[in-house]
Each structure stands twice: as structure tokens, then as C-alpha cells.
């Protein structure tokens, strides 16, 4: 993990998470916090992130995961997708994992509760991506993939 370099350098303002990819297959997942940040590599061949922090000097300063631990069971079942379907994955192949409704509602394709008093009511899937660096494609269904047809863009 590292923190700013100068104590007299402005503040990080808020906390994000970048995946970053190049078409040479290098690909890294950048989780940063006000407190710091760090940087996650390939596991096994693949990368899976959802809304935690995984970086284990970052994990005690997450304050969503209390208030949304679903997001560890998304991650982890995308972990156990991806892992079955090694050495085969396909961009259509990735499109069925992405609308998976396994555990629903704490699915990875997560459809807002009709309850609005339900915990996590308001949270749902706005956007599903695939992407190709290699190739410059982006696939992307706006909304939930499993109602939404996937449109292809061209980098």
C-alpha cells in the first residue's frame, strides 16, 4: 500500500477502483482509498472485482462492505464462473456470466427490489462491459445484461 509521498500534497478526495488493461494482455486493478492504495495482478489467469476492497491493508478501511457485504458474494461467485469456465472463455461465454442470477438478489446481475424498504433496495446493475484490447472491441449492455442486448464499439 502507499500513501501520498508529501504531507504537504493535497489530500486523495474520495476512493475509486480502476481496471486497466493493454492489448499485450497485461491487465491490473488499481484500488485506491483516502488512505492509500495498491494494486492487484491476474490470479489463476484472471482478475475478478466487484464493489470491496481486496487488498488486505485497504479491507479495514472499507466502510461499504458492512452497510453491502453482497459484494463479496457477487466476487466470489464470479471467481467460481470464471474458474469453470477456464481456458474457455468466450466474449459470449462472458455475457452468461454477467447476467448470472444465482444467490438473487445478491446476484452479479443485480436487479433493483420492487420493496423499497429491503436492505440494498436501490442497488442494481447500470452497465455490464466486456472489452477486447487486443482487438479494440468494447461490448456493453446498458442496464441489466439479462434484459438489455450487448452493443459492440470499436476503439
Do not use: W
Not at 494482455?25 to 494494486?39: H, K, P, Q, S, Y
Not at 495482478?41 to 452497510?67: S, V
Not at 443485480?110 to 436501490?122: F, K, N, V
Amino acid at each position: 500500500m502507499r500513501q501520498s509521498a508529501s504531507s504537504d500534497a493535497p489530500g486523495r478526495a474520495s476512493s475509486c477502483n480502476y481496471v486497466l488493461a493493454h492489448a499485450s494482455g497485461v491487465i491490473a486493478d488499481v484500488e485506491t482509498l483516502v488512505e492509500g492504495d495498491g494494486v492487484l495482478r491476474p490470479e489463476n489467469g484472471f482478475l475478478a472485482h466487484a464493489n470491496d476492497y481486496l487488498i488486505p491493508e485497504l479491507m479495514e478501511h472499507d466502510k461499504l462492505l458492512p452497510e453491502h457485504p453482497d459484494t463479496a458474494i457477487r466476487a466470489k461467485r464470479m471467481k467460481e464462473l470464471l474458474t469453470e469456465h477456464s481456458g474457455s472463455l468466450s466474449v459470449e461465454t462472458m455475457m452468461e456470466i454477467l447476467k448470472d442470477h444465482h444467490n438473487y438478489p445478491q446476484s452479479i446481475c443485480r436487479h433493483q427490489l420492487s420493496d423499497p424498504e429491503a436492505e440494498s433496495a436501490t442497488l442494481k446493475t447500470i452497465s455490464s462491459m466486456i472489452s477486447r484490447p487486443a482487438s479494440g472491441l468494447m461490448h456493453v449492455a446498458v442496464g441489466n445484461p439479462c434484459q438489455n442486448e450487448y452493443h459492440t464499439y470499436e476503439l
